[in-house]
């Protein structure tokens, strides 16, 4: 008998203005054990609603979008929820990318080209990261 503790659930949140990407993200996040996917946005206004309705643990974040990039929308999140870890998502180039680092309303950085398999295992990481502050009793 396998017993499930709902708290173990990873909330994730995937932001991105392209639906392929989108759509994509959720086939490998919607395949994983204790991994929820609430949300899909595609720019940053509809991201930081989406996080006051579903309180994600782990956020995938495109950082060029319409509307709001994704700079932007990390501070607007970490305002309304300091837990929630982000994950700048991008294709941009390695010396625009190199900026992000100092950027504080971002936990980690990963291009798109990443294997799956790291995507995945960054995600569980920072969702542990998380929740070990979110954790009561």
């Keep these: 008998m396998k017993l499930s503790c709902k ?7 995937v932001v991105d203005d392209h639906e392929l990407t989108r759509l994509t993200l959720q086939l490998i996040f ?24 579903y309180q994600p643990d782990v956020i995938i974040l495109d950082l060029q979008m319409p509307i709001m990039d994704g700079w932007s ?9 300091p837990q929630t ?22 936990d980690a950085f990963c291009k798109k080209d990443i294997p799956i398999s790291e995507l995945v295992s960054l995600v569980r990481q920072l969702g542990q990261r998380a929740g070990n502050g979110s954790l009561t009793g």
């Design 7 to 13: 708290s173990s659930t990873l909330r994730v949140l």
């Design 30 to 53: 919607s395949s994983q054990e204790n991994i929820q996917l609430v949300g899909l946005a595609s720019n940053g206004q509809e991201a930081i609603e989406m996080v006051k309705r």
């Design 73 to 81: 929308a990390s501070s607007h999140i970490k305002n309304i929820a």
């Design 85 to 106: 870890q982000i994950i700048a998502y991008s294709s941009v180039d390695e010396s625009r990318f190199a900026e992000t680092r100092t950027t504080e309303t971002l």
